[in-house]
């Protein structure tokens, strides 16, 4: 803005300027004019020139007064009359003569008349001249001729005074007009210099206003450099320092006068120590994590913003450095207490799973022990002491189950394993399995579902099957000798299936004034009537924190007296495909097996072992014992069983490493293998059917249990379905879909992958963590795709793993993985030669 | 004639009272036979001296011959009364002053036609007022401006250019008036 009124103001100086020079122009030849005229008038080339002409008649009149006084004076009169005459002949002569008069009187028209002058007094002169005596005779002649010459003088001296009169007018009419316009002249010069002098006294007062402006914000910003609290170093292009301000000083320890010597990759190293090359080149601003260096050598670390700004066309770099030791520290701090909190979750988590199991494996020893009696008692008696050793076992079990369930959700939240599932199943098996205990206390337990059919649906099964149980055996226990309904509709919506589950009462009610409370933790209603307080108060509260991770309802009606209503609503999405059918819980009944096994048992708890074997050969299968996988794996390798029954955690050696082993070489190579877990948690599942274990079974293990699971296995044990490199079903299915070019093409392909990845993965190290579990999940979609299952499971958990714990050591899975792909691709390329020539 | 010859008598010593014999003479014969000779040896300047009161005091009267015998001085100059360049012969007016003894007072001169002009003792300088009686190598008639004109070398300088210069070149002049 300023600057555009300073340019407004160089206009109107230029335009001053050239006024003036104008002027000057002009002025110039004007006094040369005057100064032309000045010079005229100073030597006037004129006379009295009007005095002179009229001159002319006084002396003409005085010849002829002294020609008439010759009347009475005679001769004596004669030589005044002669003087008269010669000086009216010598005047006429001078009018004659000078060229300034003959001019005036020409001028004036009368050069005739003056000629007849002339002519006159020249007539005269013979007389004049003459005899005295005639010329006082001949008097009268001669006032005759003269008077004939009256006239004509007073013409010249009429018209010629005119004349003169005038030209003397003019004359001065032009000086003054002259100095009129030199005047002009002058005063617009004077105005045009005048108008500059007042510009330039503008336009001083002007910059003089800027330059203080200027001063104040150079002040303000010296003000500002010298009292910030960050650093500011000022550089060249060169990274020449050229400023250092005073926190730069204490901040690095360098005096100002040093600093200004130095270059500024001399206080500056990059992270490691290393040189900079500051200034950077790159436009804009920039900030970096540096370190610096003092005076006397040390480093602090730093964080180093650059901005840069062209002056007088050079580029000049700030920098502004700030110690960030505190900042560093405080993320160290964060970072180990991150690690410490990642640590006591794990501790947590193992201390869970070892509780689990600690607490589990015992009794599952009871309940096993239990369950074998209970073909050899014999005594009514000892049958109904069974019975409550039991069902305290039962309870027991349940309790601890609980208690653990809810510790590990309060650990590590709820994880749902989505899975399809038959619902209906799902709802028979837990009505069945807790019919008795309804009927124990005189309840009739009904189930209606509406649909009748209501289908597949994705989910979590067991959590599900959790939250059935659990509210129906919380109505069961509230309730005797009434009725207890569960009803489930299943509706249609956008977004899934909309499921309300409702298990209704016609137990004792809740007090209105309770029914906010049970859901919570630890709450246990009373039941009035009832001798023994049963549960821990945890079921309701594990059952919300499900649906609410389910995304779900969860409520209750009642009515002290009449019964209480428990509903849920979930939203579950419809199930595309079945896998797997959940097996169907059969009713009770004497259970026949098929033909007997050859069954390995390895089983690292004594009391669990004989149950389990007992069991086994109370069905005649035949039973070797194996305290643990190392044994166990020895075993199954030089004999080869139908069978094996496998423990997960033992000693020495557990039974992942054992199943490893087993499959890896050996007459069982192939034998089914069941493992036996205290505790099943998903990532667990994955590992193991990745080893080759077909089944997993959690203990405690009901003789129901074993009988069912073996059924499923009469003949001889193919190899699972989980246990191939190459699914031929998979594959199947996948090249009748393409042409026979295309599969070979994208099989051709898929081996190129794999091998690229295996090549890739061996680099795993050096590659960043994201990039390598795309590549994972990339691999892992197309052998899953192809049917490499074993392979596939492998990237599947390896994927898992990567996105759980990014700093996982991969060197360990470098060669299972590679190994496992030379096997896939033996098989793919066999598979492909065979497509080929089909 | 006389003048001349008087003057050459006074430079020699030796011969002075032989020549003052011979002036003594002739001067007493000459009055009258100067007055039957032609007018050219007449006075044509009068010189009056008066007194306060304007009353004369007394006169000299000067010859053509006389104001010859005077320092000769000429020079050549343009007039406004005339065309062309003229050449003027005369004696400059302050050495007729100096001849008349006259130093500190102003003088009067008149013309024929009764014309009047004044000097101051500083106007009358050499090189400045000359008495012209001779102009172009011929003496001026009284009708052409003579017998005796006073010009000044109007050509030389600027100042000679005035109007009051131009007044005071006064021709047919005949008579010269001091106060004392």
């Not at chain 2, 000779?37 to 006389?66: C, G, R, W």
Request: hydrophobic share 40%; proline share 4%.
């Amino acid at each position: 803005m300023a600057s555009s009124r300073i340019k407004a103001r160089w206009i109107q100086g230029v335009l001053l300027t050239s006024v003036s020079v104008f002027a000057l122009g002009l002025l110039v030849p004007l006094w040369l004019e005057v100064t032309d005229r000045l010079e005229q008038l100073r030597t006037a080339r004129s006379d009295t020139v009007i005095w002179t002409v009229v001159q002319l008649e006084v002396e003409y009149l005085e010849f002829e007064m002294a020609a008439r006084a010759l009347e009475t004076r005679r001769e004596e009169g004669l030589p005044e009359l002669r003087r008269r005459f010669n000086v009216l002949y010598s005047r006429i002569g001078t009018l004659q003569q000078s060229p300034l008069y003959r001019v005036a009187i020409t001028e004036a028209g009368e050069f005739q008349n003056l000629g007849v002058l002339v002519s006159g007094v020249e007539a005269l002169l013979p007389l004049i001249d003459g005899p005295d005596a005639d010329l006082v005779e001949k008097r009268g002649l001669l006032i005759q001729q003269l008077s004939a010459l009256h006239v004509p003088t007073r013409r010249i001296v009429a018209n010629g005074n005119y004349v003169l009169t005038t030209r003397a007018e003019v004359a001065r009419e032009e000086a003054a007009k002259l100095l009129w316009r030199l005047g002009i002249v002058s005063l617009i010069l004077f105005s045009g210099l005048f108008g500059l002098a007042a510009l330039f006294s503008r336009l001083y007062v002007i910059y003089k206003r800027r330059a203080r402006e200027n001063l104040i914000t150079s002040q303000r910003l010296a003000t500002v450099v010298t009292t910030s609290p960050d650093a500011i170093i000022v550089t060249d292009a060169d990274g020449n320092i050229s400023d250092f301000n005073p926190a730069a000083v204490s901040l690095l320890n360098y005096e100002r006068e040093i600093a200004l010597t130095k270059r500024l990759s001399d206080l500056i190293r990059d992270e490691t120590g290393q040189p900079t090359s500051l200034p950077a080149a790159q436009r804009g601003f920039f900030r970096q994590r540096m370190s610096g260096r003092t005076q006397d050598g040390s480093s602090i670390p730093l964080e180093v913003s650059q901005g840069a700004t062209s002056f007088d066309h050079q580029r000049v770099y700030i920098y502004f450095l700030r110690n960030i030791s505190d900042r560093l520290n405080a993320e160290e701090a964060l970072l180990a207490s991150r690690d410490r909190a990642l640590v006591g979750e794990r501790a947590k988590a193992h201390f869970l799973a070892v509780m689990s199991h600690e607490m589990r494996t015992p009794l599952n020893g009871i309940l096993g022990v239990i369950d074998l009696m209970r073909d050899s008692v014999k005594t009514e008696k000892d049958s109904h002491y069974l019975a409550l050793l039991e069902r305290s076992g039962q309870i027991l079990l349940g309790h601890v189950n609980e208690v653990l369930d809810i510790t590990e959700i309060e650990a590590r939240g709820i994880n749902l394993n989505i899975a399809p599932f038959h619902l209906d199943a799902l709802l028979d098996e837990v009505s069945a399995s807790l019919r008795v205990a309804a009927r124990a206390k005189g309840n009739q337990l009904t189930l209606t579902c509406d649909p009748e059919e209501l289908g597949h649906f994705m989910g979590d099964a067991m959590r599900l099957r959790q939250i059935v149980a659990n509210l129906l055996s919380n109505a069961i226990k509230f309730t005797s000798g009434g009725q207890i309904d569960l009803m489930v509709t299943a509706t249609k919506t956008p977004a899934g299936n909309r499921l309300e589950i409702q298990v209704a009462d016609t137990g004792i009610g809740i007090d209105e004034s309770l029914q906010g409370s049970v859901f919570d933790d630890f709450v246990r209603l009373d039941r009035g009537r009832a001798s023994q307080a049963e549960g821990t108060g945890l079921g309701l509260g594990i059952v919300r924190r499900i649906v609410t991770a389910m995304g779900g309802e969860i409520g209750v009606d009642s009515m002290k007296g009449e019964g209480s209503l428990f509903w849920v609503i979930l939203t579950l999405p419809v199930a595309e495909q079945v896998l797997q059918t959940v097996p169907i819980e059969e009713p009770e009944g004497p259970e026949t097996v098929g033909r007997p096994l050859n069954v390995l048992l390895v089983e690292d708890n004594a009391t669990n072992r004989f149950v389990l074997k007992e069991m086994l050969e109370q069905d005649q299968h035949t039973v070797v014992e194996a305290e643990n996988g190392q044994i166990g794996a020895e075993i199954a390798r030089r004999r080869k069983f139908d069978v094996i029954l496998m423990d997960i955690n033992m000693p020495v050696m557990g039974g992942v490493q054992a199943t490893r082993l087993i499959r890896s070489d050996g007459v069982s190579k192939n034998t089914r293998i069941i493992a036996l877990t205290a505790h099943v948690l998903d990532q667990d599942t994955q590992l193991y059917r990745e080893v080759g274990i077909d089944r997993v079974v959690s203990k405690p293990i009901s003789r129901r249990n074993i009988y069912r699971v073996l059924r499923g296995e009469a003949t001889e044990a193919e190899p699972g379905r989980l246990n191939k490199t190459l699914d031929p079903i998979v594959l199947e299915q996948f090249s009748q879909s393409l042409s026979s070019e295309n599969v070979s093409k994208l099989l051709r392909g898929i081996i190129k992958e794999g091998d690229s990845f295996v090549q890739v993965f061996s680099q795993a190290s050096v590659m960043p963590r994201s990039t390598l579990t795309d590549l994972v999940h990339e691999f892992s979609g197309s052998c899953a795709m192809i049917g490499a299952v074993r392979l596939r499971n492998t990237l599947a958990r390896l994927e898992s793993t990567l996105r759980r714990n990014s700093d996982e050591d991969l060197r360990p899975w470098v060669e299972p993985l590679r190994v496992l792909w030379r096997e896939t691709r033996t098989e793919l390329h066999a598979y492909v030669k065979h497509a080929g020539t089909a | 004639m006389v003048g001349v010859s008087v003057s050459w008598g006074l430079r020699m010593n030796w011969s002075r009272h032989i020549w003052a014999w011979v002036v003594l003479v002739v001067s007493v014969i000459s009055p009258p036979m100067s007055a039957i000779a032609d007018s050219s040896s007449s006075f044509v300047l009068e010189v009056v001296f008066l007194d306060k009161k304007e009353q004369p005091v007394s006169s000299i009267s000067l010859s053509m011959e006389e104001l010859m015998a005077l320092p000769v001085a000429e020079f050549e100059t343009t007039t406004i009364w005339s065309e062309g360049k003229q050449h003027f012969r005369g004696v400059w007016l302050s050495d007729l002053m100096v001849h008349l003894n006259i130093a500190e007072e102003d003088v009067y001169l008149s013309a024929l036609n009764e014309y009047l002009v004044e000097f101051t003792p500083d106007e009358i300088v050499p090189g400045g007022p000359l008495v012209a009686y001779e102009r172009n190598g011929t003496s001026m008639s009284p009708r052409d401006k003579g017998p005796l004109w006073v010009v000044f070398p109007y050509d030389q300088d600027p100042k000679f250019q005035t109007e009051s210069v131009f007044a005071q070149s006064i021709w047919q002049l005949d008579r010269i008036e001091v106060y004392r």
